[in-house]
């Protein structure tokens, strides 16, 4: 093998920790709170994207968006790979790997969230019973009976 | 709460020869939340005809047509179309169902704000598996159809009442389905979008599907061929 490997006591890994660990606390801090915004924003529309799929036949995988279910797969297995593999300080020590590789633990994090939450609201009885869900802006324009709601 | 009155003009058009039951529901029986809804619903419901269900608000109208589209579970009864059980179905005979045999129009519309009009559009599209190239030609007939041209890139949430109406409209008539099934869908809508509902749901029967909408609407109630009044012991023929 040309290059040592670091290994988790070696001089290098701490020093690589002890320069990010301060960054990474904020870092999981600011991104804690961006991913619950996202999911608080995206759970609505999800719900109402869910139930409507649903009335319409289609099934829990296509429902969900295999798009989604690739980035949730790979944001779970690559900080797993990059942390845990065979060459744990490789990939994080590439400024290029180690923003991918966060940015898909953010986006398995986000659709990890996102999905039961709006899982549940659809699976909620009355959102059942109403399926689709209900806007909560009702637009007053042309074909509305105006004074009704 | 005080009942509203029953409506006073019922016209009942000539029924087929030989009516033919399609969608049959036997004692149904509903709980939510621990009160009960209603029981002993039983009736059936003809290929090409329209029903209107109504009934006070609350009694339980939107469950039952979710329950009748299996898009909600009754606690007991049995629901069957063309002498097959409906009711413990799952999976993929479920999906089967809903892609193929029941379209619903929904009290609020069923759209999702943030997609544009082609977008929840093409949902129903893309369950029927109609393939891509000829997606935007059914879509517009359809729009157009409906009176709706020129919205096809707007989102749903910049539309109007009577537009995500006719929006929703176009999406059933691009499901194709065999049971229609419309929860107040002329609610809050001016008389020509309700004429225009009127006239999709009486196509849609004229061509041969079960239309049940439960309604409060005398126009909806007036163009119906069955008139039945929903209680929490059951469904009763309205006069």
Redesign the interface.
């Known amino acids: 093998m040309g290059r040592a490997l670091a290994r988790p006591s070696s001089p290098q890994w701490r020093a690589w920790r002890s320069q990010t660990v301060v960054t990474l606390w904020f870092s999981a801090l600011l991104a804690a709170a961006m991913i619950c915004l996202l999911v608080w924003s995206s759970v609505r529309s999800r719900a109402r994207s869910l139930a409507v799929h649903r009335a319409h036949g289609f099934s829990p995988f296509r429902r969900h968006g295999r798009l989604l279910a690739v980035v949730a797969a790979l944001g779970g297995t690559a900080p797993l790979i990059a942390f845990f593999g065979p060459h744990p300080m490789a990939v994080p020590d590439i400024p290029l790997m180690r923003a991918i590789t966060t940015g898909l633990a953010l986006a398995a994090a986000f659709a990890l969230l996102a999905w039961p939450a709006a899982v549940w609201c659809e699976r909620r009885p009355g959102a059942r019973a109403r399926s689709a869900g209900g806007s909560t802006v009702r637009h007053r324009l042309e074909g509305d009976v105006h004074g009704s709601s | 709460m005080a009942r509203p009155e029953a409506p006073t003009t019922i016209r009942r058009t000539a029924a087929p020869a030989t009516p033919r039951p399609r969608l049959v529901v036997s004692d149904l029986y509903a709980v939510?939340?621990g009160r009960e809804l209603w029981r002993n619903v039983s009736a059936a419901f003809d290929a090409g005809t329209t029903t209107s269900i109504w009934g006070p608000s609350g009694v339980g109208k939107?469950?039952l047509l979710?329950c009748l589209?299996l898009?909600?579970t009754v606690t007991s009864g049995t629901i069957t179309l063309d002498g097959d059980e409906l009711t413990r179905t799952r999976g993929?005979t479920?999906?089967?169902?809903?892609?193929?045999v029941?379209g619903?129009l929904?009290?609020?519309?069923?759209?999702?704000?943030?997609?544009t009009v082609a977008k929840?559009l093409d949902?129903?599209l893309?369950?029927r598996r109609v393939p891509r190239r000829q997606r935007a030609g059914r879509r517009s007939a359809a729009l157009r159809r409906v009176g709706l041209d020129g919205v096809r890139t707007t989102k749903a949430?910049?539309?109007?009442?009577?537009?995500r109406?006719?929006v929703a409209l176009a999406r059933l008539l691009l499901?194709e389905p065999r049971v229609v099934l419309a929860d107040e869908p002329t609610?809050?809508?001016?008389d020509a979008?309700a004429e225009m509902v009127v006239d999709v749901l009486r196509a849609f029967a004229e061509g041969g599907a079960v239309v049940v909408v439960a309604t409060h609407d005398e126009r909806v109630i007036t163009a119906s061929d069955q008139v039945l009044e929903l209680a929490g012991t059951g469904l009763h023929e309205a006069r």
Request: charged share 30%.
């Open positions: 939510r939340s939107s469950t979710a589209g898009l909600d993929r479920r999906r089967h169902l809903h892609r193929d029941f619903f929904f009290q609020d519309h069923g759209l999702v704000d943030d997609w929840n949902v129903a893309v369950a949430s910049r539309l109007s009442g009577g537009e109406q006719r499901h609610a809050s809508l001016d979008n």
